[in-house]
């Protein structure tokens, strides 16, 4: 059963054509995840779908009733990003439309939060299009990827995961297409070569042969005639040479070799120290004394509920609050969602160079590959969008000459393919990451180290991300085995009681335990 359609859609921005879709249909129990870079058009495209804008050409179709949840939340309100933004997703749930439009509804939400939204929508029944940059929130939930690119939708069936395989296949074709293009383009190019060359000495006489004698065999007009047939040749492979479908070089990642600061004083020995460290706000204790420590190179990710106290716990390391004592071969480098690090006034490359000891090609690299080619590194910062800016002050903060990076949620505002980019620089980078994130891959593809801040208490686990999910899952499922047990004994205890004396509070007392059991079970 068709829910919507959209046919022949074409909307522009100003004189750029935003979007171009022949036929898009959102069928019954579709998952759809919708994809794209930053100012690709995915909010406009939920809103044309919903009714709340109309497309310049073409028409939706709509067979159901649909609701949009917006990607801009309330903000006159005294309640936190994370506490709206559930109370959006409640209020649209409630509503129980067959078909949900959801514009980055992870916003504000930590990872606890995130992982109930994923619960509530893989049990919901109807069908959503969903936007957002959450790879892992993508793949548990959807079954059909949209991609916006350069105005065009196509279309890819199966997870998140692999639309990333396929797009993985679709990169080395054109890889082999490109190899394919250049050695027959030289093979032609040689031919085309070869031919003139054989057409310029058949113009000539031939050696040992008098005027007199090439007039009496006829040797000038024989080799006339070879030369006529050698540029005929010679033109026609110039008109394959013009035809020769162009295939485009796949950009490659530039390997990374930057020159850290103290290098050898630095890598792998104790670089920062935590000593009985706990904080307040207010009357609200966030966490407990505590004690731990990074070594150089570490990528420690910092993890834990809304409000738990992540970036107080950063702050503290940056302003080295009492407790916190650095080693002098530190330097280090802060990373906040304000930006205050540029100039808006100055070009890309020169607020990058403006605190850069790295060389030129160090700097054109990094800039590349956080997709800032040849001249964009000469706009000014005051007409990049958000996400641009953020890309901007995470190149200058990574060429800086710091061998510690503390990043404070580093992934917002960034598109998917700016969160690979800047995945790839991390990972390649020799110095140490301090990071808040909740983003699961972002975690998952950089850390080292995790520490989390959960219930007042800091907690260290010497493992990836991966491994921390592995050990919680199996202190959860013998949690789950211990209170099943307890649960079962209180049940044949009540159970004897009431075969003995029955009562109504026995009875209430049996069936709650019951339900508690269920509900475990479940």
């Known amino acids: 059963m068709i829910l919507l359609e959209a046919l022949n859609i074409k909307h522009y921005v100003k004189d750029r054509l935003l979007l171009d879709a022949d036929q898009l249909r959102v069928h019954k129990n579709d998952r759809i995840g919708l994809v794209g870079r930053n100012g ?35 903000t006159n309100t005294t309640k936190s990003g994370g506490e709206v933004t559930q109370e959006y997703i409640q209020k649209a749930l409630v509503k129980n439309p067959e078909l949900l439009l959801a514009d980055e509804p992870t916003t504000n939400l930590d990872t606890d939060h995130i992982e109930w939204l994923e619960k509530k929508l893989k049990e919901w029944q109807g069908a959503f299009v969903i936007v957002s940059h959450d790879r892992v929130f993508l793949d548990t939930l959807c079954t059909t990827i949209w991609e916006i690119n350069e105005g065009k939708i196509s279309v890819y069936t199966g997870s998140y995961s692999d639309y990333e395989a396929q797009k993985e296949a679709e990169r080395h074709q054109e890889q082999i297409a490109y190899e394919n293009y250049v050695k027959t383009k030289k093979q032609l190019e040689e031919a085309l070569k070869l031919k003139e060359k054989k057409a310029e000495r058949a113009a000539k006489k031939p050696k040992k042969v008098s005027q007199s004698e090439a007039k009496i065999t006829g040797a000038r007009p024989y080799f006339a005639k070879k030369q006529k047939k050698l540029q005929k040749t010679a033109s026609a492979i110039e008109t394959r040479l013009e035809k020769l479908e162009k295939a485009e070089k796949v950009k490659e990642i530039q390997p990374l070799k930057m020159n850290l600061p103290n290098a050898e004083t630095f890598k792998n020995r104790i670089i920062l120290r935590a000593e009985d460290v706990s904080s307040r706000m207010g009357e609200r204790m966030l966490w407990n004394k505590t004690s731990f420590f990074v070594r150089g190179g570490e990528k420690l990710a910092i993890i834990g509920p809304n409000g738990s106290g992540k970036t107080t716990l950063v ?10 004592t650095c080693s002098p071969s530190l330097k280090m480098g802060y990373f906040s969602q304000n930006l205050n690090i540029l100039d808006e006034a100055k070009s890309i490359i020169e607020n990058v160079r403006s605190t850069s000891k790295q060389d030129e090609t160090t700097i054109r690299t990094v800039l590349a590959r956080m997709h800032f080619f040849r001249d964009d590194v000469y706009k000014l910062v005051e007409v990049l969008s958000g996400g641009e800016r953020v890309k901007v002050a995470l190149t200058k903060l ?10 404070d949620e580093p992934t917002n505002y960034l598109d998917m393919e700016a969160v690979r980019a800047l995945e790839s620089l991390l990972k390649e980078y020799e110095g140490s990451v301090i990071f808040v994130s909740h983003d699961r891959r972002f975690i998952e593809t950089i850390a080292t180290r995790i520490l989390e801040i959960r219930d007042q208490k800091i907690r260290l686990f010497e493992g990836t991300y991966q491994q921390y999910k592995q050990e919680k899952s199996k202190k959860k499922r ?17 159970l004897s009681r009431l075969s003995i004396e029955p009562s109504e509070e026995l009875e209430t007392e049996f069936q709650r335990l019951l339900k508690e059991k269920r509900e475990l079970d479940q």
Do not use: Y
Not at 42 to 70: F, M, Q, Y
Not at 315 to 324: H, T, Y
Not at 479 to 493: A, G, N, P, S
């Open 315 to 324: 702050k503290m390391i940056v302003s080295q609050a009492p407790g916190i």
């Open 398 to 407: 990574f060429l800086s000459d710091m061998n510690t990076l503390i990043l």
């Open 478 to 494: 013998e949690f789950e085995k211990d209170q099943r047990l307890l649960l079962e004994t209180k049940i044949t205890e009540v």
């Open 40 to 74: 690709s058009g995915k909010t406009t495209l939920l809103h044309i779908l919903v009714g709340k804008s109309w497309p310049e050409e073409g028409n939706v179709i709509r067979h159901a009733p649909c609701d949009l949840l917006p990607q801009l939340k309330r």
